[in-house]
């Protein structure tokens, strides 16, 4: 993927932006939703989402296995959750969930933003190793499959509480 690359998913979910804030931005939870993440823990003395706090995040698919360290960028509250995962040091690939009221509940969108070209090896790790000949279009369906798992959740869960 060349930088510029964008990716974008949304759902609606009956739950307030504060509660889907929450459980997105707490980054131990992706695992039960991502088709590809596995888990996630805070790391350097982070506790939860601020601005700065990084976290490791493991991931899979078919046979490969990869961990990253994001940086969060932005920690708003019932508004958007946005962090950075890097290569060698230089900021690769932003990701952004947004919180939007609206009458029967939130609109969640995920996204992405690819700030510099995927290197090489990557693109063969996609297409060969992974099976993957459209990374954008496989990440997309990803965001979607996250989305649903997380709506499924967090909407069963309020139920539960009711």
Not at 31 to 58: H, L, M, N
Request: charged share 30%; hydrophobic share 35%.
């Amino acid at each position: 993927m060349k930088a510029g690359t964008r990716g974008l998913a949304l759902t609606e979910v009956c739950a307030s932006p504060s509660q889907l804030y929450d459980a997105v931005s707490d980054v131990r939870r992706m695992g039960e939703w991502s088709p590809e993440c596995q888990r996630c823990e805070w790391i350097d003395g982070a506790v939860g989402p601020a601005v700065g706090a990084r976290f490791k995040g493991r991931n899979r698919r078919g046979i490969i296995r990869w961990s990253t360290t994001p940086r969060v960028l932005v920690a708003d509250a019932g508004q958007e959750f946005t962090f950075v995962t890097d290569h060698r040091g230089r900021d690769m690939t932003k990701w952004t969930y947004r919180f939007d009221p609206v009458v029967n509940g939130t609109t969640v969108t995920e996204s992405f933003e690819m700030l510099r070209d995927m290197p090489w090896y990557y693109r063969f790790a996609d297409r060969y190793l992974m099976g993957v000949k459209d990374r954008t279009a496989d990440l997309v369906s990803n965001m979607e499959a996250t989305l649903q798992r997380m709506k499924t959740a967090t909407e069963e869960d309020l139920d539960r509480s009711r």
